[in-house]
């Protein structure tokens, strides 16, 4: 699936645990309650994405664009996001690669 173009896909409550998405167009999906546990998103276009609920935990999202992507309760606890693209994202008591919550009085 690597570099595959899923722009508008419903994946919601999908299992993409180690899935290689590496550039990986997946601009205005839904993908809440998803999860991708160690998934491989460098470089993919999350821009707008539905994210609630999700659990990217450990997953790989240097570079990845995430501009606009609603991240309400997503889990990003030990997640790779150097270099990531996070302007106008909706962070709503959303666990972060630390362990940090952002926004936990949304």
Known sequence: ?????????V???????HA???????????LAGATMREAK?????????QLAY?????????????RGAVLAFTNFNG???AGASLTGAFFC?????DGTIASPDC
Do not use: C
């Open 20 to 30: 290689d998405l590496d550039g990986a167009e997946l601009q205005w999906s839904n």
């Open 11 to 17: 994946l919601f409550d999908a299992n993409l645990d």
């Open 93 to 97: 008591r959303t666990i972060m690669p």
């Open 79 to 81: 997640a790779k996001l």
């Open 41 to 49: 998103l460098a470089h993919a276009n999350l821009a707008g994405a």
């Open 1 to 9: 699936m690597k570099g595959s173009r899923l722009q508008y896909s």
């Open 54 to 66: 999700a659990d990217v935990g450990g997953a790989d999202l240097r570079g990845a664009n995430l």
